[in-house]
């Protein structure tokens, strides 16, 4: 037998379980089906874009890695407040194509903010960035009552 067989939606007194899930099915495709749901899904306009953060930690220093692709030195800003580490920039629109359409735009453009809390004390005169192949390096030494110290133990 090669026919569709048209779903039909289980006894739900048998099955209350399913019976949830299928509700809550249908309220997510309502959500879908109205005119904010085909906004968000269609366009960027609700898209936010949050570059990738590594925190990395040795005995003497924290780091903070942020992908930031295409973007340009002068377009980035990078603060140090009250223990945490703000990033933040702008990454602009590349230039056009004369007579093209875009068929698809995946990339973000705009403005963007990140900030992280720094697991220790950062000596804030020491702090160091540096950008090169679309990565921001931030390398924040430790302040000296922040580093482990090694306690001698004394036998009496």
Same mark, same amino acid.
């Given at each position: 037998?090669?026919?569709?067989?048209?779903?039909?939606?289980?006894?739900?007194?048998?099955?209350?379980?399913?019976?949830?899930?299928?509700?809550?099915?249908?309220?997510?495709?309502?959500?879908?089906?109205?005119?904010?749901?085909?906004?968000?899904?269609?366009?960027?306009?609700?898209?936010?874009?949050?570059?990738?953060?590594?925190?990395?930690?040795? #005995?003497?220093?924290?780091?903070? #890695?942020?992908?930031?692709?295409?973007? #340009?030195?002068?377009?980035?800003?990078?603060?140090?407040?009250?223990?945490?580490?703000?990033?933040?920039?702008?990454?602009?629109?590349?230039?056009?194509?004369?007579?093209?359409?875009?068929?698809?735009?995946?990339?973000?453009?705009?403005?963007?903010?990140?900030?992280?809390?720094?697991?220790?004390?950062?000596?804030?005169?020491?702090?160091?960035?540096?950008?090169?192949?679309?990565?921001?390096?931030?390398?924040?030494?430790?302040?000296?009552?922040?580093?482990? #110290?090694?306690?001698?133990?004394?036998?009496?």
């Amino acid at each position: 037998m090669n026919g569709l067989t048209r779903w039909q939606r289980p006894d739900l007194s048998v099955w209350p379980t399913f019976g949830r899930l299928c509700g809550l099915r249908d309220e997510i495709d309502r959500l879908f089906e109205s005119p904010l749901g085909e906004l968000a899904h269609d366009s960027q306009w609700l898209s936010v874009w949050n570059p990738a953060i590594d925190l990395l930690e040795d #005995k003497d220093n924290i780091f903070v #890695k942020a992908e930031l692709p295409g973007m #340009k030195k002068k377009d980035i800003d990078v603060f140090l407040h009250d223990g945490a580490l703000s990033i933040s920039g702008e990454r602009k629109c590349d230039t056009k194509h004369e007579g093209a359409e875009t068929c698809r735009s995946e990339r973000f453009v705009g403005r963007f903010h990140r900030t992280v809390t720094l697991p220790a004390t950062v000596k804030g005169t020491e702090v160091k960035a540096q950008y090169k192949d679309g990565i921001l390096t931030v390398t924040l030494p430790k302040a000296e009552e922040a580093k482990p #110290k090694q306690i001698e133990v004394n036998i009496d």
